[in-house]
């Protein structure tokens, strides 16, 4: 007999059962009674023995919400969080190509271009403090690391 012959037949049987089966005596006097067992002697005994479990709960929760009411909350923007990982790397690049070019080379005329470059940089980092989200603060402050690596490297070259 195939898989689906024996389905079939299943299914016969199945569909050939009663819809419905009434219980073949009253089930709710037993359920009753054990729902109001106990001597109300009883009852007051179990009330005091949950009492404190009850209190401590509500101290938790109590407790729970006044600490989540004022702690103050880290929200966490994952794409705020991406954008200041790449701002992060920028800086470690400009830092590492600033690092192998000698400073004390530089013509003293440059000093005032230089570090009013230097000024901008961390004023635009600032500002991408308060605004994690610029993609226009963040392209500024790729053209600033930009303008400062290109002086400092013409000055190193006449």
Known sequence: MSRSERDSELHMALRQLPRTVQPTRDLWPGIAARIGAGSPAQVRALRRRRLPHLALAA????????????????????????????????????????????????????????QALDASAVQIRRALQQAPHSTRLIAQLQHTYALRLRLSQRGMHG
Do not use: C, H
């Not at 407790?63 to 880290?74: H, K, M, N, Y």
């Open 59 to 114: 101290s938790i929760a109590l407790l729970a919400l006044g600490v989540t009411r004022w702690w103050p909350q880290a929200s966490v923007d994952p794409q705020a969080q991406m954008m200041q990982q790449q701002v992060t790397a920028m800086t470690r690049e400009y830092d590492a190509a600033l690092a192998q070019l000698p400073q004390a080379a530089l013509p003293p005329v440059l000093a005032p271009g230089l």
